[in-house]
Every structure is written in structure tokens, then in C-alpha cells.
């Protein structure tokens, strides 16, 4: 099963990657032993430093109607973008709070709502939100997640998360 999962995880890097025209060729192989996982990556991308996603996540929580805190762990983008947090990019977060109950994976459908309260929380970042399509796969502890967002500033971003389910808590890599 642990097999199941990296080998799910490695396929989304590799479908985050294609979606953002990387040329893997030569890559650089970040390894995080307190989270116990590694990442392979084009090397014509680069990690953020940890400073920079948290003085991120503090400005975007500030814009925040409600001061909702926006959490992720590790963001990669291209190492030619002029800013921090420029698209694309790929951003990984660790969810350590234990498996995910039976009973919240059966509402996964009720995710357009939480679109709607991201948008109506984040007003000035996040003109519109919307979910294509929420699949969940039980077999493999997998949640996919297609979604297209318009932001004022930036414009409309397509995206596409995966969250893998583990015993611990779960996975989320998104592009």
C-alpha cells in the first residue's frame, strides 16, 4: 500500500511537471526526513525558502476576511520567475491530523462549497472559483481535485490537486 502511494505521488509530480512544460532531464532530488518523503524536480525550478512561504501565508491571511491561514509546506517554482510565488508553481503540504474519517470522505462531493467560501473569504484575491471535477478513488486513497480559479491580478489559473490518503493524514500536491 505504501508502495501504492508513492507510486501515486510520483505520477502527479510527473503530471504537475507536463502541465507546466518541465524538462526533466536534469533534475535536483530534495529529501525531507521529518516528513519522510523526497521529491525529484527539473532543476529549472527551485524550492522556496520556508521565510518567504510564511511571510506569504501571513500577507495572504491579513487579505483574509475571517484571517483564514492558508498552510503549505513546500512550493517549488521556476527558477526564471521574477517574484515569489509567480505561476506556475507547485505546492506541497503535510497533513499529520491522523486518516481522513469515512464520513468526510462520503461529502467529498460537498467541495464546491468550500470553493465558494475560499472565494467569498479571499474577495480581493479570488474573483471566482470553480470546481470541474472532485474524484475520489477508494481503492487507491486518492482525491483529484480540477479546478479553475480568476484572480484580479493574475488572471484565470487552471489547476489540479491530489491528496493522497495515508495513515497519518494525508499528501496534497498541487499545480
Not at 65 to 88: C, G, I, M, T
Amino acid at each position: 500500500m505504501e508502495r501504492n502511494h508513492r507510486y501515486m505521488m510520483i505520477s502527479s509530480t510527473l503530471i504537475c511537471l507536463f502541465l507546466t512544460g518541465v524538462n526533466i532531464a536534469h533534475a535536483k532530488k530534495y529529501i525531507y526526513p521529518a516528513d519522510n518523503f523526497s521529491i525529484t524536480i527539473s532543476d529549472t525550478w527551485i524550492e522556496i525558502p520556508k521565510d518567504i512561504i510564511e511571510q506569504y501565508a501571513k500577507a495572504t491571511q491579513e487579505l483574509s476576511k475571517n484571517k483564514q491561514f492558508l498552510h503549505v509546506d513546500y512550493v517549488f517554482q521556476l527558477k526564471n520567475s521574477k517574484e515569489w510565488f509567480a505561476y506556475p508553481y507547485i505546492g506541497i503540504k503535510i497533513d499529520k491530523n491522523g486518516p481522513m474519517a469515512e464520513s468526510e470522505l462520503k461529502k467529498i462531493h460537498k467541495l464546491h462549497e468550500t470553493a465558494k467560501n475560499i472565494r467569498n473569504n479571499f474577495p480581493t484575491l479570488i474573483s471566482e472559483a470553480k470546481l470541474n471535477k472532485v474524484l475520489y478513488d477508494p481503492e487507491k486513497q486518492i482525491i483529484v481535485v480540477d479546478a479553475t480559479t480568476k484572480m484580479p491580478t493574475v488572471g484565470t489559473i487552471s489547476g489540479i490537486s491530489y491528496m493522497y490518503l495515508t495513515k497519518y493524514g494525508g499528501i496534497k500536491i498541487f499545480c
